[in-house]
């Protein structure tokens, strides 16, 4: 039995079975599940551009990683170490070329 609305009562949602939701599914297009052309239709891989972007990728995330942290180290030494502006500058300086014979 449904509950009045006039009462205050919500009613009852209808019953929504497995072949109902089939049905909707069907109609509404979700169920497009049928492949029948190539998984890969776009244009072939050019493998040593892949591995250029990829290298620079890497180069890119070691130096600015390097000039991060450098950064970090030399604000540090500014502000906590009383080296000052030009302190901080020297060691920043002073480590980068450090970074760059350790890194290549």
Avoid at 72 to 93: D, K, N
């Amino acid at each position: 039995m449904i509950p009045d609305v006039d009462k205050g009562f919500p009613r009852a949602r209808p019953r929504f079975d497995q072949a109902d939701r089939m049905r909707l599914m069907k109609e509404t297009g979700l169920m497009d599940n049928h492949h029948s052309g190539p998984v890969e239709t776009g244009a072939p891989m050019d493998y040593a551009e892949h591995d250029r972007t990829y290298n620079a990728f890497l180069a890119g995330a070691k130096w600015g990683t390097m000039v991060i942290v450098i950064l970090m180290i030399a604000m540090a030494a500014g502000f906590f170490g009383g080296a000052g502006f030009i302190g901080s500058l020297l060691v920043f300086i002073i480590l980068n070329i450090a970074g760059v014979f350790l890194l290549r």
